[in-house]
């Protein structure tokens, strides 16, 4: 006997609906993970302009986005027109940062006096404290010649200052990188050490699965 054929159409018509309700389907999941992203993406903005170092680095990115923007137009022919504009405003966020920082001052005070994560008998600790020291002295340094900016007070030793804070700066991100690295270098050999006691353990179980 042979088999009829009279449901074909009927199973081709329900296959396009499935079809078409895959494809819609499809549609309204790409479209809630759009509106779930830029939801996501709303959220950090709203959390990231809430507090202060946020708005710290909204800031600095504008401004050394226009610092870029003048060095080009230095190296460049022809020049920009709006190129002192450009410079006005990138002086005014350099200062409105350096108002933000002024209260930062305290916060690196305390950090001298906090407990280091690193033994201070070690030469880590000493690395670290090193660093915290030279973290208070940049703040210190930059907020009290800014201050001297302000009120036209002793200005030539302002400049001197702000060029030490700089200085105590630059030293103070080498403490942090060679820190960094011996974290990573730490984390690195913690993960070797538990690879091995896992394959060694993975072994174990195998060659007990043979008897």
Excluded at 160 to 165: A, I, S, T
Aim: charged share 25%; with cysteine; hydrophobic share 35%.
């Amino acid at each position: 006997l042979k088999r009829s054929n009279q449901y074909k159409p009927l199973l081709s018509v329900h296959t396009k609906g499935r079809v078409a309700t895959t494809v819609g389907s499809n549609q309204y999941n790409i479209s809630s993970n759009n509106n779930n992203t830029m939801s996501h993406l709303l959220n950090i903005a709203v959390d990231m302009m809430s507090n202060a170092d946020g708005k710290d680095k909204l800031t600095k990115t504008v401004q050394y986005v226009l610092k870029i923007i003048i060095w080009r137009s230095l190296h460049s022919e022809p020049k920009l027109q709006s190129l002192p504009e450009i410079k006005r405003v990138q002086k005014i966020l350099s200062d409105s940062r350096r108002v933000f920082r002024v209260a930062d001052v305290l916060r690196e005070w305390k950090g001298v006096w906090s407990p280091t994560e690193e033994d201070e008998s070690q030469i880590l600790g000493k690395i670290e404290r090193t660093s915290n020291i030279l973290g208070f002295l940049s703040t210190f340094c930059e907020s009290v010649g800014f201050i001297c900016k302000i009120w036209k007070l002793i200005p030539n030793k302002a400049e001197r200052l702000e060029v030490f804070g700089d200085h105590c700066w630059a030293l103070g991100c080498l403490c942090d990188i060679l820190l960094g690295y011996v974290t990573l270098s730490r984390a690195n050999k913690l993960q070797y050490s538990l690879q091995k006691k896992l394959d060694t353990q993975g072994n174990f179980s195998f060659y007990l699965s043979l008897f």
